[in-house]
């Protein structure tokens, strides 16, 4: 019989705080069964093993992040509501580092994370469509604004940006070019 209170909900939340504290790459199971005061095997009575883990992990990461840059861009479009997504996708993954590399990989082929991806990407199009980007020069914006935001994350984090100004302001700055490009695509 499951432990009283462990659902799988409660398993992907430990799941997440353990990745935000130690990093996605150090989730285990094992650091998840100790954190939750349960033996290791009554874990799969919520998930299946690791791999299903960080499937919903990424699923509540991805869940969480839409839900961010929907309170960060709604009521707004062009400019404003580009820099409302950029800071609040700075944002949550300085807040939820562990959470954050869960949404990295294209979604599973499953229904429910291919949504929760789908979802997120609705709202970045609506974005893009306030500057009159849409079908396939959306894709290609989306990719380009999803790797510059990115790339910002993962090197500040990897301590990549040494030179004595801060790494906000630079990041602000690129999304302020970012502006200048999508307001110019053609």
Known sequence: MPRAGLTPASVVAE??????ENGYAQLTLAQVAV???????SLYKHVRGLGDLQRRLAVQALRELREAVTRATIGRSGSDALRGLAGAYWQYAHDHPGRYVATLRAPASDEESVEAANELLE??????AGYGITGDDAVDATRMLRAVLHGYVALQEAGGFG????????FDRAVDV?????????
Do not use: I, T
């Open 15 to 20: 799941a997440a705080a353990v990745a935000d």
């Open 178 to 186: 970012l502006d200048v490009a999508l307001q110019s695509w053609q």
């Open 35 to 41: 954190r939750l005061g349960v033996a290791l095997p």
């Open 163 to 170: 030179m004595p100004r801060d790494v906000r302001r630079s």
């Open 123 to 128: 709202v970045v199009y609506a974005v893009l």
